[in-house]
């Protein structure tokens, strides 16, 4: 290739045939998007291949599931989930540049796929949770509380300004629509946004429904984790699926750190979506929706954190 960096983005599924995987990977779409929520795969050879061979198989797997969408202001349709040296505690910092733990939390698209390289020296481990078990069990216990998860709350962008100009977006934790119910969460930036100007304090009920849902979300019953394994990839819907990420200690060594390329990926096929998402999506249009909405910025897979 001669500029991988743009030719990958550039790759569509007629370019990566997959003969045998391919009709397997549809099948999985189906099951992430209306079965459990969410598959791993394992047993990619990682160890035999060249940063740019990792990045080509990995979008080209993307292209059979949906399109790839824009990760950043910079235009990142590959990300790279590594640290940077960043704090956990800094608001301006994304939690998954630092070692820290991320919390539960959505990502801004349909389907976000992870695909691991190299496992930390401990810690690290994948964690998933039911959003719609965890409201089944906000209905049973408060219901009054439930129902200020269907109000618009504010979650900062950490600096990638959105469609609407503003440093942060606004949707609800719970939406239902077309007989769908959908999640939208992620308390650490909801927490942070409220620095920002324009943004109201907590209502004593919302940060009770809220500490309510994370008290839920920290319980080891609706759980299930993860141990990545090099080669693994994990897909998840974002919209009844939440993941989180435990802290972890790395490698001193720069080529074992942990490393995990990371596609945002809108499915055709994916479930109708309400309009108050647009604040975020910038379209509803399934295929062509969600990421960070910039138009004139291309789009760039990096072969390396950037």
Partial sequence: MADPRVEIPAMRREDFPLPTLGPRLRKLLSEVLQ???FVLLRGLPVERWSAVERAAAYFGIGT??????RQNAKGHVLGHVRDLGRSGDDPTARIYQTTARQGYHT????????????????????SLIS????????????????ACLFDPVETDLRGEIG???KPYFSLPVFSWHAGLLSSVYHRKYIDSARRLPGV????????????????????ERLRLRMDFQPGDIQLVHNHTVLHDRTAFTDWPEPER???????????????????????????????????VVLPRVAHIAPLEPE
């Fill in 35 to 37: 079965g459990r929520g």
């Fill in 64 to 69: 059979h599931l949906g399109n790839a969408v």
């Fill in 107 to 126: 990502d801004s698209c349909d389907v976000v796929g992870l695909f691991c390289l190299a496992r930390a020296r401990s810690g690290g481990e994948s």
């Fill in 131 to 146: 959003s719609m078990a965890a409201f089944n069990e906000m209905r049973k216990r408060r219901p009054d509380l439930l």
């Fill in 163 to 165: 469609p609407t100009g």
């Fill in 200 to 219: 109201p304090a907590y209502t004593a009920a919302q940060e009770e429904a809220m500490d309510l849902l994370d008290s839920l979300l920290e319980g």
């Fill in 257 to 291: 750190k942990r490393h995990l390329l990371r596609l945002w990926l809108s499915p055709a096929e994916a479930r109708p979506l309400p309009p108050v998402f647009a604040d975020r999506y910038g379209s509803l249009t399934p295929g062509a929706r969600g990421g």
